[in-house]
């Protein structure tokens, strides 16, 4: 089964750092488009960044210039490098991945979701 992994979360100080990290594993023929959201509490999820497979990002306003997102695709690993965190940046940050899987030489098109990470940014 393809599943995601996530790690690297947890509680820092306003101007701290984190790197998130996301490693897919199972039979995975090709993986698209990768991207980080984010769920804060009582709030809806949002999309923070994205990568295409080839390169290609982008990221919400609020995060420009503080986050980086990148891949690995000889890892199958997407990371999202945080920078000068801010206390509006708490929230779970979940993981998410387009997916091919190759099915008795068929291909399976799959959105696969990360379990999440708390981020915790407070003094």
């Known amino acids: 089964q393809v599943q995601l992994v996530e790690s690297g979360g947890g509680l820092v100080q306003p101007g701290g750092s984190l790197r998130l990290s996301c490693v897919a594993s199972?039979?995975?023929?090709?993986?698209?488009?990768m991207g980080w959201y984010r769920q804060a509490p009582g709030e809806q999820r949002e999309l923070v960044a994205a990568?295409?497979?080839?390169?290609?990002?982008n990221y919400i306003d609020s995060v420009k210039g503080r986050f980086t997102i990148s891949r690995d695709n000889a890892k199958n690993t997407v990371n999202l490098q945080m920078k000068s965190l801010k206390p509006e940046d708490t929230a779970v940050y979940y993981c998410?991945?387009?997916?091919?899987?190759?099915?008795?030489?068929?291909?399976?098109?799959?959105?696969?979701w990360g379990q999440g990470t708390q981020v915790t940014v407070s003094s």
């Open positions: 199972g039979s995975i023929f090709s993986i698209g488009a």
């Open positions: 998410n991945a387009h997916i091919r899987r190759l099915n008795l030489d068929v291909v399976e098109e799959l959105d696969i």
């Open positions: 990568i295409t497979s080839g390169g290609n990002t």
